[in-house]
């Protein structure tokens, strides 16, 4: 049994030997720092460089320089072993800012060239639809971040058509993976593209950072949201895409609307539509009846203000009318007067006779002859005779 020990007695050997090495303690270690965070009084990064990285450890951090991603600096401390997590870190005790670490350079110079270019100018934003039916998700599908977006939305919204399409959010292949989905989902109808994941470190978000991924959601057609990282957390695909939010949860209030809160505010402007209409009716109702008052009205005046001269004409019609009637009258008279005066059997009764000759018509005595018969028309008859003899008297 002495040909083995035990994991606690190794990392105390190891633990030992370094804590007994000089040149481990009190030195000083330039790197780049990538991932902080902060716990309480104490804060956790990594140091690194081209070719390595170590974790460090500044416990009480408010009595040194606190550093941000990307910054250069350099660290005043000893190496240390922690046994119980197996863990080699560094422990500082004073850090000092050298500037911008070399990755943190490169990707400002591509920030600057492409906002030079306009891939993130305001003017080339879509907007993102208010009450979206249909929306889809890039983010890795067993993650916490799906599930945060999709319990924030359905607090409020059961009916908006959720999606989401598996990619790869961090390493080497998450570049592609990214580009591919975008590739894939652009052109299926929907009204917004989510793309999230949580935070990290510099070196864990660097593939939304991908100068080909801001130029492929520059060229998309559905309008994208950035969901990236935590609230201080900025990458590129958060200023090119049409809207960054702080978080991933942000993202689903965003797209989440609250579908009772929408069905009240339908009711309210239905309400107010229909209010606004019955006013509306209501006014051209009593326009209407003024109108037609004032027509009504003027009318009567008008009515009034002529029924004088209408009864004037009226009259002098009259007056016309009756001295024609008694002109046609009289003139009627004398035609019948001459009519009477030139009645034949007016002259036949003054003794006078009218003769037909046998064809019958009327004769004289130079048209008659001797032996003839003729019909004489007396008053009160005729008589039939026949000619005799013609005596012609000269005058």
């Known amino acids: 049994m002495s040909d083995y020990i035990s994991v606690s007695l190794l990392t105390g050997y190891i633990k030992n030997i370094l804590g007994a090495e000089e040149l481990l303690h009190d030195i000083k270690l330039v790197g780049e720092v990538s991932g902080i965070r902060c716990s309480g009084p104490h804060a956790y990064f990594t140091l690194k460089d081209e070719n390595a990285q170590i974790q460090c450890n500044c416990f009480s951090y408010a009595k040194t320089y606190l550093p941000k991603g990307g910054e250069s600096v350099c660290l005043y401390g000893s190496v240390d072993f922690y046994p119980p997590g197996g863990k080699l870190s560094f422990n500082c005790k004073k850090i000092e800012p050298l500037g911008q670490g070399l990755l943190a350079i490169k990707l400002q110079e591509l920030k600057n060239k492409l906002e030079k270019a306009g891939y993130f100018d305001e003017r080339h934003k879509k907007p993102i ?196 009637s008694l002109e046609c009258e009289n003139n009627i008279k004398h035609i019948m007067a001459r009519i009477d005066a030139n009645n034949p059997m007016r002259i036949l009764g003054q003794g006078y006779s009218k003769m037909y000759g046998s064809d019958g018509l009327p004769a004289d005595i130079d048209s008659v002859k001797v032996g003839e018969d003729i019909t004489i028309l007396t008053n009160g008859g005729k008589i039939d005779a026949g000619v005799k003899k013609v005596i012609k008297i000269k005058g």
């Open 129 to 324: 639809p208010k009450y979206p039916s249909k929306v889809v998700v890039l983010t890795a599908k067993t993650g916490a971040v799906i599930r945060d977006i999709v319990t924030t939305i359905r607090r409020k919204n059961s009916i908006l058509d959720i999606n989401v399409v598996d990619v790869k959010v961090q390493g080497q292949f998450a570049e592609d993976s990214i580009i591919a989905a975008l590739d894939l989902v652009d052109g299926l109808g929907y009204d917004a593209i989510i793309i999230a994941r949580g935070g990290g470190s510099m070196e864990d978000l660097m593939p939304f950072n991908s100068e080909r991924l801001v130029y492929k959601i520059f060229d998309c057609k559905t309008p994208v949201i950035s969901a990236v990282g935590h609230e201080t957390d900025f990458t590129l695909c958060d200023f090119v895409a049409d809207i960054r939010v702080p978080t991933p949860t942000a993202s689903g209030e965003l797209v989440g609307y609250d579908v009772e809160e929408l069905k009240n505010a339908l009711k309210e402007y239905f309400n107010i539509f229909k209010t606004e209409l019955q006013n509306r009716v209501a006014n051209a109702e009593s326009q209407l009846i003024n109108t037609v008052k004032f027509i009504t009205s003027g009318l009567n005046l008008k009515i009034a203000a002529n029924e004088g001269k209408v009864k004037q004409i009226a009259s002098s019609l009259g007056n016309i009318f009756k001295l024609k």
